[in-house]
């Protein structure tokens, strides 16, 4: 018997994790892409109730991700604007500064479900324009932090020299 996953998961089978933070963030997070065997096209299944989002507005400099709207409705921020959406809506999130950056906001009054698709490069850097935050993760495995790899948040100016710690 293979131990390869199963090609196809029905969206009803999908294991979830909950993630929040404070009283603004709380989603339902399910992994799919990884539960089904993709390996260069990620996919989660992201649950959201009124008046919460899953992520903080952000950008990637490398990802590129796609959302669609499966139930309910919100908005959804990208750089300086504010777009209403709604079940069917299919969403761009492509890679680049903070003119692509984004976030889905639960605004209706019933709960938010929503596809995230995004390819899966090894190496990404993620900045959040509200916080002043950027993140570098390369060869991280999410599913197993332990693993190795590297994950980095911080802010502009909390650099080191480029040779500290050097002998020399």
């Known amino acids: 018997m293979s131990d390869?996953?199963?090609?196809?998961?029905?969206?009803?089978?999908?294991?979830?994790?909950?993630?929040?933070?404070g009283e603004t963030f709380a989603?339902?997070?399910?992994?799919?892409?990884q539960r089904i065997g993709s390996t260069g096209v990620g996919c989660m299944l992201i649950v959201v109730e009124p008046g919460k989002r899953a992520?903080?507005?952000?950008?990637?400099?490398?990802?590129?991700e796609?959302?669609?709207?499966?139930e309910g409705e919100g908005t959804y921020r990208v750089g300086g604007t504010e777009y209403p959406v709604r079940a069917g809506d299919v969403l761009a999130a492509p890679a680049g500064g903070p003119e692509t950056a984004h976030q889905i906001i639960n605004t209706g009054s019933t709960t938010l479900k929503y596809l995230?698709?995004?390819?899966?490069?090894?190496?990404?850097?993620?900045?959040?324009?509200?916080?002043?935050?950027f993140g570098v993760v390369s060869r991280f495995d999410w599913s197993n932090p332990e693993a190795g790899g590297i994950r980095f948040v911080g802010r502009k100016g909390e650099s080191l020299?480029?040779?500290?710690g050097e002998d020399g």
């Open 27 to 33: 989603a339902k997070l399910g992994q799919i892409g």
């Open 116 to 133: 995230g698709i995004s390819d899966r490069p090894d190496t990404e850097v993620v900045e959040y324009p509200d916080s002043g935050k």
């Open 161 to 164: 020299d480029y040779w500290d």
């Open 66 to 70: 796609m959302f669609v709207i499966l």
């Open 4 to 21: 390869a996953p199963k090609p196809i998961l029905n969206l009803d089978d999908v294991a979830f994790m909950e993630m929040g933070h």
């Open 55 to 64: 992520f903080p507005f952000h950008n990637h400099h490398n990802i590129h």
